[in-house]
Nanobody, 124 residues
Framework: QVQLVESGGGLVQAGGSLRLSCAASGRTFSKLTIAWFRQVPGKEREFVAAFSWSGGITYYTDSVKGRFIVSRDNAKNTVWLQMNSLKPEDTAVYYC?????????????????WGQGTQVTVSS
């Protein structure tokens, strides 16, 4: 079992930055691929970024490439999502998700564990 807790959300003006954190416990963190998804009311959960458990491979959806950076520290059991140059369309609830030995897939169904989410609101 894995417990995930997100933090760092909030309200920011367009062009600003936020850093989200995802703290994990309960299972060997180094064997987990950790992903970030986001969701707005009435829409499906959307893949944002992921950091693979092996090889230091990162994945990003096209809309955040060059603006968001995902990083991890296995010693701290934490993954971060640094979000720069934020846009109003980035407004959503952001979730971290974990998949043991995951491949960095964009499909939410491939992730077994989820956090409770943190709200990010970008004002124009």
């Amino acid at each position: 079992q894995v417990q995930l807790v997100e933090s760092g959300g909030g309200l920011v003006q367009a062009g600003g930055s936020l850093r989200l954190s995802c703290a994990a416990s309960g299972r060997t963190f180094s064997k987990l691929t950790i992903a970030w998804f986001r969701q707005v009311p009435g829409k499906e959960r959307e893949f944002v970024a992921a950091f693979s458990w092996s090889g230091g491979i990162t994945y990003y959806t096209d809309s955040v490439k060059g603006r968001f950076i995902v990083s991890r520290d296995n010693a701290k059991n934490t993954v971060w999502l640094q979000m720069n140059s934020l846009k109003p369309e980035d407004t959503a609830v952001y979730y971290c998700a974990a998949a043991p030995y995951g491949s960095g897939t964009y499909n939410p169904s491939d992730y077994s564990y989820w956090g409770q989410g943190t709200q990010v609101t970008v004002s124009s």
